[in-house]
T-cell receptor, first 111, second 113 residues
Framework: GESVGLHLPTLSVQEGDNSIINCAYS??????FIWYKQESGKGPQFIID?????DKRQGQRVTVLLNKTVKHLSLQIAATQPGDSAVYFC??????????FGSGTRLLVRP | DADVTQTPRNRITKTGKRIMLECSQT?????MYWYRQDPGLGLRLIYY???????NKGEISDGYSVSRQAQAKFSLSLESAIPNQTALYFC????????????FGPGTRLLVL
């Protein structure tokens, strides 16, 4: 069945380094993908999204890469800061209203 | 996101009690959602509403009911709470023109004893 999963449950990076959070999906029919950031005690916050007609999309300090051949999605955070510490979720759109979420990766930023 | 608010933020209740979680939004979005978050399971959809007269079950609707009182308000009820409904509950909204992008409230932490 369809699923969205993450390779690593926890990622620890040095402040100032780049972070890469990975996500795999199994449904090749998906045409929309989205990344959320969830800080402790808060709801998921939209970071960036991408449609399947694109391979790459950039935001402020973040880049999402989509490799449809291997069904892989990644979120790159440049110059990681302490405020980036959070759980990051990838999700894919199964329809106009339904998002299928992965279980999350916790990003820890070491000072 | 301050545009989506949830009350209460924390709630402790006993098995068998009826409780209601409320969600309000000022984003002007037509679509509203209720999710449940458990550790290690991500977010799962309980109910969703496309407008005031259009309410649909999600993947885990058993034991829950909802009411869309207005475009801006969507409440979730647990008719008879049970311990395995202990979880984080999130409300979300989306715009019909950018349907897939959902914006979440701060969540309600519910503990059923």
């Amino acid at each position: 069945g369809e699923s969205v999963g993450l390779h690593l449950p926890t990622l620890s990076v040095q402040e100032g380094d780049n972070s890469i959070i990975n996500c795999a999906y199994s449904n090749s029919a998906s045409d929309y993908f989205i990344w959320y950031k969830q800080e402790s005690g808060k709801g998921p916050q939209f970071i960036i999204d991408i449609r399947s007609n694109m391979d790459k999309r950039q935001g402020q300090r973040v880049t999402v890469l989509l490799n449809k051949t291997v069904k892989h999605l990644s979120l790159q955070i440049a110059a990681t800061q302490p405020g980036d510490s959070a759980v990051y979720f990838c999700a894919r759109g199964e329809s106009s209203y339904k998002l299928i979420f992965g279980s999350g990766t916790r990003l820890l930023v070491r000072p | 996101d301050a545009d989506v608010t949830q009350t209460p933020r924390n709630r402790i209740t006993k098995t068998g009690k009826r409780i209601m979680l409320e969600c309000s939004q000022t984003k002007g979005h037509d679509r509203m959602y209720w999710y449940r978050q458990d550790p290690g399971l991500g977010l799962r959809l309980i109910y969703y509403s496309f407008d005031v007269k259009d309410i649909n079950k999600g993947e885990i609707s058993d034991g829950y009911s909802v009411s869309r009182q207005a475009q801006a308000k969507f409440s979730l009820s647990l008719e008879s709470a049970i311990p395995n409904q202990t979880a984080l509950y999130f409300c979300a909204t989306s715009d019909a023109t950018v349907q897939e992008t959902q914006y979440f409230g701060p969540g309600t932490r519910l503990l059923v004893l």
